[in-house]
């Protein structure tokens, strides 16, 4: 494999401090070339997240941030001629920033106020240029969002595409009044709410590259990162994935929601209530049954979009909710944190960046529910494998206590201490048991909790056996009763996924369990026709 301007030799070392890659070197001959892609390294380490760290003194520093986004650039993309993992240089490539509404209806609103609230344009400038170094033309790029299309000039985004020459829509018109052209539908196969998905094309179409560059700021959600990000590639109507439960999405085809879709939320919210995720106790109108609601809803969304990297732009971070915050004014305020946080997979991204942010990750339900769905298996930062990226010497394997931890504060589902609330605008950094989620055992022997849950027709069981052996696995009934062996079988160590149809079993609670090396672990599940 080569990659252009810039490339990790092949030679490594390993010392005390980890995997050092050696210097990147600069590679000229460019024109036999027709795949570009994503740096090696990252492609081999998907669980893996990658921090670089940025040296911009102030936000309004235009220059520099697009120099660190060309920077960034450079060192993450390059020319190929690996077949298996090259990208066609005639792709598209579609480009998500955070491009939120900026508050401008606030009496509080000033554009330098409010540059926190979305993505810079000049690092996604940066960007783009270091694309096109390698032979991609600006008509190749675009840029669609759902949100705000009014604001785009007050975060520089017009003037951006402007200078690049890129296609830049803001399309807030509702689905079914948008020609079936623009729009790209996707079915979502295990869907808890949503069956069918409208995306603003060319995002999710064939022959397209999705890079998710999300904002290093809090929100209600916690911290808005890249898997929320995602929420304003969809259609107007279709987005609203932040209205409450039981308010149902206007404008949107029925048929494209599931049936039982409330039911199965409600189901799964008191099941979580039952099992501890942390401040989903929280009522009213946004307590934990609405973070429920809206995590089913942004989980169907990632569980179909598959972007080529994920990259949260943190050189200036945000804390408290759009304008409003905890600072003199009541104001939100941005922060030199000076991060460019990426990789593979979205939800480990996002775990480090609530972490960096100074809040710990198992605190937050969407995690829980990401892991519950397959789409991850480690909460626990720790667990996540951590690079720190330097674009003159490398990735150096590193430690997270060796990077600062920031202070956003959010109004994230606020906690009752025996009876007092904690304040309007807080850290949810409480100490989470990592324990608690079954995957830290020390003997490596777990199960996961099953999906989908309620069980309506079939469901899926996935747990991980630290070495081979038998494996026993059963469903039990809530009297005790085995009803079902699943598995008996001699297995190799690592990730098992097994099938279990309830369809013909009455309603009610079962325990599938599953016996190993003599020991037993086991999880609830809910059978609901």
């Not at 179409?205 to 929420?231: E, R, V, Y």
């Not at 599931?258 to 989903?280: C, F, K, M």
């Not at 989980?299 to 979009?305: A, G, Q, R």
Request: negative net charge; glycine residues 10%; contains cysteine.
């Amino acid at each position: 494999m080569a990659i252009t301007r810039r490339q990790f030799v092949q030679s490594s070392l390993l010392t005390s401090a980890g995997l050092i890659l050696a210097p990147l070197t600069s590679f000229r001959n460019q024109s036999s070339f027709t795949l570009f892609g994503v740096h090696p390294f990252v492609l081999q380490n998907p669980d893996a997240v990658f921090i670089m760290k940025t040296n911009v003194a102030d936000k309004t520093s235009s220059a520099a941030i697009k120099a660190v986004g060309l920077d960034f650039g450079r060192s993450v993309f390059g020319l190929t001629d690996n077949t298996a993992e090259g990208i066609p240089l005639t792709h598209k490539v579609v480009i998500k920033p955070n491009l939120t509404c900026r508050s401008r209806s606030s009496s509080k609103y000033t554009i330098e106020r409010s540059m926190g609230i979305v993505t810079d344009a000049f690092f996604v400038e940066g960007i783009i240029e270091s694309l096109k170094e390698l032979g991609i033309s600006s008509g190749q790029f675009y840029i669609r969002e759902v949100n705000c299309p009014d604001d785009f000039e007050d975060g520089g985004y017009i003037s951006m595409a402007e200078r690049t020459g890129i296609d830049l829509k803001g399309i807030d018109t509702p689905a079914n009044e948008l020609p079936p052209e623009s729009i790209q539908w996707m079915d979502v196969p295990e869907g808890v709410w949503f069956k069918k998905i409208p995306y603003l094309w060319p995002v999710n179409a064939p022959d397209t590259l999705l890079l998710n560059i999300s904002k290093f700021k809090a929100h209600s959600m916690g911290l808005t990162l890249c898997a929320k990000n995602l929420q304003g590639t969809i259609a107007m109507n279709y987005q609203a994935h932040c209205t409450s439960y039981g308010r149902g999405m206007v404008g949107v085809n029925a048929d494209h929601i599931s049936s039982t879709a409330n039911a199965d939320i409600l189901a799964n919210y008191y099941r979580h209530v039952q099992e501890g995720i942390p401040r989903w106790d929280k009522p009213g109108t946004n307590g934990g049954l609405w973070q429920e609601t809206w995590a089913t809803r942004c989980l169907d969304n990632n569980s179909v979009t598959f972007a080529g990297l994920h990259i949260i732009e943190g050189i200036y971070g945000r804390d408290g909710n759009f304008m409003d915050g905890p600072d003199t004014g009541d104001l939100a305020s941005d922060f030199m944190t000076n991060y460019i946080i990426f990789g593979r997979n979205q939800f480990y991204v996002d775990i480090i960046g609530h972490y960096l942010g100074g809040h710990e990750p198992g605190n937050f339900g969407l995690f829980h529910m990401a892991m519950e769905r397959g789409m991850i298996s480690a909460i626990n930062p720790t667990d996540i494998p951590v690079y720190e990226w330097n674009t003159s010497t490398g990735a150096t394997s590193g430690n997270l206590a060796g990077f600062q931890r920031y202070s956003l504060k959010t109004l994230y589902l606020q906690k009752n201490y025996f009876g007092q609330e904690e304040p309007y605008w807080h850290m949810v950094n409480e100490t989470y048991d990592y324990n608690r989620t079954g995957l830290n055992d020390s003997t490596g022997f777990y199960i996961r909790q099953n999906f989908p849950n309620p069980v309506r027709l079939q469901t899926s069981i996935s747990f991980h056996i630290p070495e081979s052996g038998n494996a026993y696995v059963d469903i039990l009934n809530n009297n005790g009763k085995v009803i079902d062996i699943l598995l008996n079988n001699q297995l190799p160590g690592g990730d098992h996924l097994l099938y279990w149809n309830g369809s013909n079993q009455p309603d009610g609670i079962y325990i599938c369990r599953i016996q190993f090396g003599g020991s037993a672990k086991s999880t609830k599940m809910i059978v609901l026709h």
